[in-house]
Structures are given as C-alpha cells and as structure tokens.
C-alpha cells in the first residue's frame, strides 16, 4: 500500500495522527544524516511488518510503501 506521509523531525515525542490526505508522524531523531528517515522506517516497520521511502528521502512530504 502506498501512502503519503509529513513528518516533522526532533519533536519531544513520538506520535502518529491519520490525516485525510495520509498521515503525519512526529519524530524524535533529527534530520541529519538520515537519523530522522531510520526513526521513522524502524517505528513503521514495528507497527506494520514492512516500509520503504519511495520517494522524498531529504524532505518532510514522504510516499512510503507499506
């Protein structure tokens, strides 16, 4: 399943909101070397066996496969 996700990195806490147009995920991990991007596939990948970054792998909009 694809879906579109925003993120926004180095937020106090972790947390998961559905929006109409996907979802978007606050993370904990900075945005440097790619910290934020392994916080966010090691939490999908917990709560839905798989996760990929298709597309957007430098930026806060992200389509992911899941």
């Known amino acids: 399943m694809l879906m579109a ?4 990195p180095n937020s106090k ?3 998961i ?10 993370l904990t991990e900075p945005a440097e070397d790619g910290k934020a991007n392994r916080e966010l ?9 798989s996760c990929k970054i298709l597309k957007g792998a430098t930026s806060s909009k992200k389509l992911l496969e899941i």
Not at 5 to 8: P, S
Not at 17 to 26: P, Q, V
């Open 17 to 26: 909101e559905t929006r109409e147009n996907g979802l978007e995920i606050w």
């Open 13 to 15: 806490h972790f947390k």
């Open 41 to 49: 596939i090691k939490k999908l990948k917990k709560r839905f066996g």
């Open 5 to 8: 996700v925003k993120v926004h």
